[in-house]
């Protein structure tokens, strides 16, 4: 099979993005799956730590195994957010093609000499290596910043050298969650273009990319919810930073969570005298596979790529 590294030098030639989708069980693992396959996509299928420990490392292993072997587009299984070096280790002892160390809340140099020691154990096994410099606004769970903390395009440069790390997670306005914005989304695109300069054709990394889609906050709010001035970024900054730029990686839970959540409300709410779990999850599948193939097709340009 075709590595991660083929699929991020044909989107950096070609203008696409590879989706990070993340997931937290077996529904929403599946959903990503039938939409890429259905949409011809490459993608990568992202844990967090908290993730991992919320279905522990054989479940997500062993399903990940089933369902590559099934999708007949390329998934890969990454690490996203991993704190610690024995975390990002365990993640390539169980098989991971790829992880991301994120020592970004630290200096510099200790960032510098994580990633790096991250670097040197992975690299040795073949696994793929993302790090993140610059710090991201939001809170969701474990990961949590006050403000941002824009990327440095002169010590990305740096960073990228004394880490050898492969790809690189910058901050240039996105946040983790649902609440990103007060105001009009924005992006530092001129940052962008910066890191841009000292990094050329060097596949960089977006997170906080949720959009926040009106339609599934309105659908849990008209069954139930409660979610107010949720807002993410917009797809169209979004999307210039995949076509104009080389970002190749898009990362994308929160639009995943809240599709999940509205299916889930909208089923139980409209058929009370149902509790059957594989009912009321199959709407919340549906709306998580709508929301990737509407990523795929318009945000990423990820379509037919394989
Ligand atoms: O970037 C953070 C991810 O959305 C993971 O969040 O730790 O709640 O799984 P989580
Ligand atoms: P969102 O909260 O915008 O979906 O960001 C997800 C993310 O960056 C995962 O690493
Ligand atoms: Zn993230």
Do not use: W
Not at 181 to 206: M, T
Not at 235 to 245: D, S
Not at 264 to 281: G, L, V
Not at 284 to 299: A, C, F, N, R, T
């Amino acid at each position: 099979m075709k590595n991660l590294l083929y699929y991020y030098k044909k989107a950096l030639k070609s203008g696409f993005a590879l989706g990070a989708f993340n997931f937290s069980n077996l529904e929403t693992l599946k959903a990503i799956a039938s939409a890429c396959e259905k949409s011809k996509s490459p993608a990568i299928i992202a844990v967090s730590e908290s993730a991992l420990n919320y279905m522990g490392d054989e479940f997500i292993v062993e399903n990940v195994k089933i369902i590559k072997n099934h999708c007949k587009a390329p998934l890969f299984l990454h690490l996203d957010h991993g704190k610690s070096f024995d975390v990002c280790k365990k993640a390539v002892d169980l098989g991971f093609d790829s992880i991301m160390i994120d020592a970004s809340s630290s200096p510099f140099e200790e960032n510098v000499s994580l990633t790096k020691k991250v670097c040197d154990y992975a690299h040795n096994k073949g696994i793929f290596v993302e790090g993140e410099l610059g710090q991201l606004a939001g809170i969701e769970d474990n990961v949590s910043v006050e403000e941002n903390h824009f990327t440095n395009p002169q010590k990305a440069k740096e960073f990228v050298k004394l880490t050898n790390v492969d790809s690189l997670a910058v901050a240039i306005g996105t946040s983790h969650g649902a609440y990103k914005y007060q105001g009009e989304s924005k992006l530092r695109f001129d940052i962008l273009v910066q890191i841009e300069k000292n990094l050329p054709r060097f596949p960089l990394v977006l997170h906080g990319a949720s959009s926040v889609n009106k339609e599934y906050v309105d659908i849990i709010n008209n069954n139930g919810g409660n979610i107010k001035n949720a807002k993410g970024v917009s797809e169209e900054l979004t999307k210039m930073a995949v076509q104009m730029h080389n970002v190749v990686k898009i990362n994308i839970d929160t639009d995943l969570r809240m599709a999940f959540t509205a299916g889930i409300r909208k089923s139980m709410n409209e058929n009370p005298e149902n509790f059957d779990q594989r009912k009321y999850c199959l709407l919340g599948q549906k709306y998580v596979e709508d929301v990737v193939s509407h990523k795929i097709k318009y945000l990423l340009n990820s379509e037919n790529k394989i």
